[in-house]
């Protein structure tokens, strides 16, 4: 599998190591940036490169327009991670509800979370999170994907309490 990335701009001094990750991911300090680009990297990624899952990582105001632009090329049952904190302005919802309601019953929600700071992580310093979902095999998923010698995600149900 192949990650992609929308803007480096947040860690420009480290490689996204592309042969080991296993899924595709979208991250985006400009929103505006990754309207332009997202939809075709989430084609790319999921119809002809076979990603077994999406992960969202962009700011909660972008959330439902980068899904709303990339929901047409997820695969049902497509598992969905999102790693973005916080509430939609307008509707209250949370970044997990916004992809539910955008790509709807095709696709199975999980949400990540820390406390965890991305260039750590990068670093390959010791970093604990916490994986959460509905599914029990999407949880089991993530975590076999993400798991690394200094990453370790702990599974959970409470998509609530672990996104808020």
Avoid: W
């Avoid at 990335?5 to 505006?32: G, M, N, Q, W, Y």
């Avoid at 695969?75 to 916004?98: C, F, H, W, Y």
């Amino acid at each position: 599998m192949e990650c992609q990335t929308v803007s480096s701009r947040s860690l420009p001094s480290l490689p996204v190591d592309t042969e080991a990750a296993a899924t595709i991911v979208v991250v985006a300090d400009d929103i505006e940036e990754s309207h332009n680009v997202v939809s075709v990297r989430i084609k790319d990624a999921v119809i002809r490169r076979g990603a077994r899952l999406v992960v969202v990582a962009v700011p909660t105001h972008g959330v439902r327009e980068v899904v709303r632009r990339g929901a047409p090329y997820v695969v049902a049952d497509t598992p969905m991670v999102s790693a973005t904190k916080g509430i939609e302005q307008d509707t209250l919802l949370r970044p997990s509800e916004i992809l539910e309601q955008e790509c709807g019953s095709q696709v199975r929600v999980a949400v990540l979370s820390g406390p965890s700071f991305a260039l750590e992580m990068a670093r390959e310093l010791p970093t604990a999170v916490c994986v959460a979902s509905r599914h029990q095999d999407v949880v089991e998923q993530v975590q076999a994907d993400f798991r690394s010698a200094s990453f370790r995600l702990y599974g959970s149900r409470d998509v609530v309490g672990v996104e808020a």
